[in-house]
Every structure is written in C-alpha cells, then in structure tokens.
C-alpha cells in the first residue's frame, strides 16, 4: 500500500486529529495546490487544480488539525468532483 492509499484511508476514516499539512498532502496527490492571493487572505485558503476549480476552507489556528466538518466539506467536494 503506497503513502497516498494509506493518507487517504487515513482521511477517509474521518480522523478526529488530520493535519493541515496532511490535507495539503493528499490535495496534492488529486492535483490541487494552494492558490495564492485572490480571494484568499487571513485564514481562509483555496486548493485550485489550476483549471479554474477551488475547494475553499478555513486553515485551522491555532493549531494545524482540521475540525471534522472540514473533513468532510473536502470529501464531498472531492466526491462530487468523481475524484473519490
């Protein structure tokens, strides 16, 4: 099992304790990166796929753990873009 299929199992079990970083991580393995600038300023941030599509969220702070509804805010996006 490669990093990527156990950094989405992990994500997939909904976790209580994923990182930002993690989150960055698995975006990136679906092609997104952190947009910069834009409408994004402060804690909110934007993964683009670099073709005009945006999956928005807020980073966490203090600490860097995702609250569960992020979780699955991103999931649904990833499933309704047929990515799941």
Known sequence: MSKRDKLLGRFL???KDITFEETTTLMGHFGYYIASGGKTGGS???FT??????????????NSILKLYQV????????ERGLL
């Open 72 to 79: 699955d805010d991103i999931l649904t996006a990833l499933s």
């Open 13 to 15: 079990s909904r976790p």
């Open 49 to 62: 796929d670099g073709k005009g599509d945006y999956i928005r969220i807020h980073k966490p702070h203090p």
């Open 44 to 46: 909110r941030v934007s």
